[in-house]
Each structure stands twice: as C-alpha cells, then as structure tokens.
C-alpha cells in the first residue's frame, strides 16, 4: 500500500522559506507523478505542483516564481520549498501522488503557521 | 482557473439517510471529475474520478453523476463512518481546482 507523510517545520517567519519533505513507502517516486496540495483556513484548496517520475515539474501559475519541487531518489522522498512566504501561505500542506490530475493517495497534512 | 462551486456547505443528516452533493464548474469539464472524502487525522481517500467510477475499495452506496458542468455526489444509507468533509476536483484543465468542501454531520 502506498503511504505518504510530510514533515517539516510547523512554523515559518515571514519573507523566509517554507521547506517540507515527503516521505514516500509501497511504492517508488520513480514511477508517477507527485504532488503537493494545501488547504487553507477556511478549507479553500489549492493544487501547488508535481514532480514526474522522470524529475520534471510542473508548478501552478499562481505560485510559478516562488515555489520548487526537487527529490531524492535514493530516498524515496520529494520536497517542497516555497519562498517569501507571507502569513496568507499559513496552511496544512499536502503530499499526494498523482495519476491524470487524480490524487490516488494522499498523506495526512502538516500545518505550517507563517508568523513572526 | 476552473471554479468548482460544491452546495451545500453543511448537510445534516441522519444514518440509514439518503443524500446528495453538488458540484458545478464554471466551464465544461467533461467527465473530468473527481471526489475526495476528509476525515480528521486520516489520509484523505479518492472516492470517485471520472465523473461516476468509484475507486477501488469505495463502498458502492457511494455514486458519482453528471458531466458537462453539474455533477452529484450521492451516499444512499448513511453509515456512521460517512460523516466526513466532501471535496469535489475538476481535472480537465490545469491547474487542477477543487471545491470549497460540504460536510456532512451526524443529525
């Protein structure tokens, strides 16, 4: 069975960078696509980006300049760095695999508060 | 961007009940359609895609309609596991875009 589970730092100062990895285990980031979603207060959702199985990304326009989705193979792991974050970034973040636009499975979320 | 407009918000219901969840997208969509399923402290679960085609492991009192632009999430015989946040996701054009969520509580 596919498992996912992000970690990272649960709070963020502003104009600094918000970094989270996924922890990936049943099946291999080599093959798919990966992504990351948020959700923030207020339950809106929002699709941040992928990573491939061939290590392209794709990121949404809203976020094009600021975001980064890198990997490690070896671990089985892919991350998330968002920069320049202000407080309207506060969320809990989501690593999800991708088939077609379709998240297949998803990881329980980390809420990431951005405050000073 | 596509905007999914789920309704309602909230949904009061009781188990053994029927009911349904609405979905409209600002523009055709297709069938290009899925449904998520949000319980606290667990993964979120894919409950339908394509508009109507329940995921493996989906209960079949759970069903999927429409296309175009209006599509309905329906749950016949309401167990006590369903109460949960309901989030429809147009897949038909990038990016991705979801709906603001409907949850349903136990009456």
């Known amino acids: 069975e596919v498992q996912l589970q992000e970690s990272g730092p649960g709070l963020v100062k502003p104009s600094q960078s918000l970094s989270l990895t996924c922890s990936v285990t049943?099946?291999?980031?080599?093959?798919?696509?990966w992504g990351w979603i948020r959700k923030f207060p207020g339950n809106k959702m929002e699709w941040m980006g992928y990573?491939?199985?061939?290590?392209?990304?794709s990121y949404n326009p809203s976020l094009k300049s600021r975001i980064s989705i890198t990997r490690d193979t070896s671990k089985n792991q892919f991350f998330l760095q968002l920069n320049s974050v202000t407080t309207e970034d506060t969320a809990t973040y989501y690593c999800?695999?991708?088939?077609?636009?379709?998240?297949?499975?998803w990881g329980q979320g980390t809420l990431v508060t951005v405050s000073s | 961007d596509v905007q999914m407009t789920q309704s309602p918000s909230y949904l009061a219901a009781s188990p053994g009940e029927s009911v349904s969840i609405s979905c409209k997208a600002s523009?055709?969509?297709?069938?290009?359609l899925a449904w998520y399923q949000e319980k606290p402290g667990k993964a979120n679960k894919l409950l339908i895609h394509?508009?109507?085609t329940l995921q493996s492991g989906t209960p079949s009192r759970f069903s999927g309609s429409g296309s175009g632009t209006d599509f309905t999430l329906t749950i016949r015989s309401l167990e006590f596991e369903d109460f949960a946040v309901y989030y429809c996701?147009?897949?038909?054009?990038?990016?991705?875009?979801f709906g603001a969520g409907t949850k349903l509580e136990l009456k």
């Open positions: 394509s508009g109507s």
């Open positions: 990573i491939s199985y061939s290590g392209s990304t």
């Open positions: 996701q147009q897949y038909n054009e990038y990016p991705p875009t």
């Open positions: 523009k055709s969509i297709s069938n290009n």
């Open positions: 999800a695999s991708q088939i077609r636009r379709v998240f297949a499975y």
């Open positions: 049943g099946y291999s980031i080599t093959s798919n696509y």
